[in-house]
């Protein structure tokens, strides 16, 4: 019990520690020399008191007076320390230097054991599964609009009084602005791949702790910031096409001017914040308290993971959540449009809209709760690591008391920390986000090509130009507008009033309604 005492320094602690084994455990009593090193760095008092207990403790066999042979040192195997703490020099083991447990025989984990073993198991492969999953499903997303599709679009050689639209073969994703949804996509799927690094290693805790995996945990924690963080800037960038587009009706011509200056913000931020800062303040590599992949190194004031990340994400999450408001406000205001004498249902304008709406407002939700999350482990720091703190200090008291007593009894507990239900959320979350984005824009794609192959859109005898009033009976995607891709009704029931298009004004959407679907 007093080898771990905090009243000392830990040079003493240790060198008692080595007295204390060898006397307890050793074929011999411990060697002068060990008592010469307690000595040297222990006070007379506590000197004089440990010799006191091993005399006791040997029944007068071993003091300092009494010495043997025994030089081993008490961190090696001699010493079971108590679940779910380690032996100091383990791999996994936290760097203690500084701390008051600095010096001792046992330590805990890198990544603070403060849920149970079997928790912290099932969340390695909750991270793990929801990875691989999102990686895979994003690159299905990703291949299943980077494959020609079929589209029809308006001939403008026509010469009757009906439109016509002529069939043609395009790459979904490399049209603007569809494409700026390819490269959020690409940046997810790299940051879902970049989660999967510890199953190559074999075990997640040895990414997390074992220096000898330094390197590819810093690999790890470079590419999530990287990627993590330019897929959030490309998600506010959609949003604000959307915005400029629908709210404050630009044309697609007007908007792709700003493709350009997406590139620079979305790759040139999280550039500088990870080769002009992080790197060289090696600030990447391994948390700690609650996380479960590397990243940006955290201090008790988490002023580096807020500084070069939280921040960034709270004003994009703000930033979208305005944008979306104002989309909402302008549909809205072209619903009601519609319902005086539009052509175009309330019903219609959300079946065209809806996809694009669902994943703005799904990703404010996500981000939103990335950011409320990490603010509030902030908030609750003091009172999280205390209650850590006592129970390090109840596991080593009963732990150092039944070397004496013969009894330990487990019953130490951590009083406060996240939820666990929280706690795996926050990793679903991100790891997930390949999987929320193939929810909303992959089912719809695959079920838009079932369609079409099932009408026949993709059969080679269907190449000659078509009217409207021909094409609607098959239901498939007219596009009216070869630059905006603005897709017309597929079988028309008594809720979706869009009729076929025609060069007459009256059966044509609204411009408003027609103008609103361009960046969608």
Same mark, same amino acid.
């Given at each position: 019990?007093?080898?771990?005492?905090?009243?000392?320094?830990?040079?003493?602690?240790?060198? &008692?520690?080595?007295?204390? =084994?060898?006397?307890?455990?050793?074929?011999?009593?411990?060697?002068?020399?060990?008592?010469?090193?307690?000595?040297?760095?222990?006070?007379?008092?506590?000197?004089?008191?440990?010799?006191?207990?091993?005399?006791?403790?040997?029944? $007068?066999?071993?003091?300092?007076?009494? #010495?043997?042979?025994?030089?081993?040192?008490?961190?090696?195997?001699?010493?079971?320390?108590?679940?779910?703490?380690?032996?100091?020099?383990?791999?996994?083991?936290?760097?203690?230097?500084?701390?008051?447990?600095?010096?001792?025989?046992?330590?805990?984990?890198?990544?603070?054991?403060?849920?149970?073993?079997?928790? &912290?198991?099932?969340?390695?492969?909750?991270?793990?599964?929801?990875?691989?999953?999102?990686?895979?499903?994003?690159?299905?997303?990703?291949?299943?609009?980077?494959?020609?599709?079929?589209?029809?679009?308006?001939?403008?050689?026509?010469?009757?009084?009906?439109?016509?639209?002529?069939?043609?073969y395009v790459r979904r994703w490399?049209?603007?602005?569809? +494409?700026?949804?390819?490269?959020?996509?690409?940046?997810?799927?790299?940051?879902?791949?970049?989660?999967?690094?510890?199953?190559?290693?074999?075990?997640?805790?040895?990414?997390?702790?074992?220096?000898?995996?330094?390197?590819?945990?810093?690999?790890?924690?470079?590419?999530?910031?990287?990627?993590?963080?330019?897929?959030?800037?490309?998600?506010? =960038?959609?949003?604000?096409?959307?915005?400029?587009?629908?709210? +404050?009706?630009?044309?697609?011509?007007?908007?792709?001017?700003?493709?350009?200056?997406?590139?620079?913000?979305?790759w040139s931020v999280p550039g500088?914040?990870?080769?002009?800062?992080?790197?060289?303040?090696?600030?990447?590599?391994?948390?700690?308290?609650?996380?479960?992949? =590397?990243?940006?190194?955290?201090?008790?004031?988490?002023?580096?993971?807020?500084?070069?990340?939280?921040?960034?994400?709270?004003?994009?999450?703000?930033?979208?959540?305005?944008?979306? &408001?104002?989309? =909402?406000?302008?549909?809205?205001? &072209?619903?009601?449009?519609?319902?005086?004498?539009?052509?175009?249902?309330? +019903?219609?304008?959300?079946?065209?809209?809806?996809?694009?709406?669902?994943?703005?407002?799904?990703?404010?939700?996500?981000?939103?709760?990335?950011?409320?999350?990490?603010?509030?482990?902030?908030?609750?720091? #003091? #009172?999280?690591?205390?209650?850590?703190?006592?129970?390090?200090?109840?596991?080593?008291?009963?732990?150092?008391?039944?070397?004496?007593?013969?009894?330990?009894?487990?019953?130490?507990?951590?009083?406060?920390?996240?939820?666990?239900?929280?706690?795996?959320?926050?990793?679903?979350?991100?790891?997930?986000?390949?999987?929320?984005t193939f929810l909303i824009f992959?089912?719809?794609?695959?079920?838009?090509?079932?369609?079409?192959?099932?009408? $026949?859109?993709?059969?080679?005898?269907?190449?000659?130009?078509?009217?409207?009033?021909?094409?609607?009976?098959?239901?498939?995607?007219?596009?009216?507008?070869?630059?905006?891709?603005?897709?017309?009704?597929?079988?028309?029931?008594?809720?979706?009033?869009?009729?076929?298009?025609?060069?007459?004004?009256?059966?044509?959407? #609204?411009?408003?309604?027609?103008?609103?679907?361009?960046?969608?």
């Open positions: 019990n007093r080898i771990l005492s905090t009243s000392y320094s830990s040079s003493c602690r240790s060198s &008692l520690k080595d007295v204390g =084994c060898n006397a307890a455990f050793a074929t011999s009593c411990p060697d002068s020399s060990l008592w010469n090193t307690a000595s040297s760095h222990c006070t007379n008092t506590m000197y004089s008191r440990y010799n006191s207990l091993v005399t006791s403790y040997s029944d $007068g066999a071993c003091s300092d007076s009494i #010495t043997g042979t025994s030089t081993s040192s008490g961190a090696d195997s001699w010493i079971s320390c108590p679940s779910p703490m380690i032996q100091a020099d383990g791999s996994i083991a936290a760097d203690l230097s500084g701390s008051t447990i600095n010096g001792g025989p046992c330590s805990y984990p890198c990544y603070y054991p403060i849920y149970s073993d079997t928790e &912290l198991s099932d969340h390695i492969s909750l991270l793990d599964a929801f990875a691989w999953i999102s990686f895979i499903l994003s690159l299905i997303l990703i291949g299943l609009n980077l494959i020609k599709d079929v589209e029809y679009r308006l001939d403008h050689r026509s010469s009757d009084d009906l439109d016509r639209f002529s069939k043609v490399l049209l603007y602005p569809e +494409r700026l949804q390819l490269y959020f996509t690409g940046c997810v799927a790299m940051a879902s791949f970049t989660l999967t690094l510890g199953t190559f290693v074999g075990d997640d805790k040895k990414l997390w702790c074992d220096s000898n995996y330094k390197d590819a945990c810093k690999a790890q924690g470079s590419l999530l910031e990287f990627f993590g963080m330019a897929a959030a800037i490309w998600w506010l =960038c959609i949003a604000f096409n959307a915005w400029m587009t629908i709210a +404050r009706e630009r044309s697609v011509e007007e908007t792709e001017r700003y493709e350009k200056w997406y590139h620079l913000v979305a500088v914040f990870l080769f002009l800062v992080l790197l060289p303040a090696d600030k990447i590599g391994f948390p700690g308290y609650s996380s479960m992949w =590397c990243w940006i190194k955290s201090d008790d004031t988490g002023a580096w993971q807020f500084a070069f990340f939280y921040s960034e994400v709270g004003f994009i999450c703000v930033s979208g959540f305005l944008l979306f &408001l104002h989309i =909402c406000m302008k549909i809205y205001s &072209l619903a009601k449009e519609s319902t005086s004498g539009g052509s175009l249902s309330k +019903r219609e304008i959300l079946r065209r809209l809806g996809p694009m709406l669902l994943f703005i407002s799904l990703y404010i939700f996500l981000y939103g709760w990335m950011f409320g999350y990490r603010v509030n482990l902030q908030v609750e720091r #003091t #009172t999280y690591q205390d209650a850590f703190k006592s129970y390090l200090t109840c596991l080593l008291t009963q732990w150092s008391q039944s070397a004496s007593t013969g009894e330990y009894s487990d019953s130490c507990s951590v009083s406060d920390k996240p939820e666990v239900g929280t706690w795996y959320f926050q990793t679903v979350n991100l790891a997930g986000l390949g999987t929320f992959g089912v719809q794609s695959i079920k838009e090509r079932i369609e079409k192959y099932r009408d $026949g859109a993709y059969s080679d005898d269907d190449a000659s130009p078509k009217s409207a009033m021909e094409m609607e009976p098959s239901g498939v995607k007219v596009y009216q507008n070869s630059s905006a891709h603005v897709v017309s009704s597929t079988e028309p029931n008594q809720d979706e009033t869009l009729e076929p298009a025609k060069a007459t004004t009256n059966s044509a959407p #609204t411009p408003e309604v027609e103008q609103a679907t361009v960046a969608i």
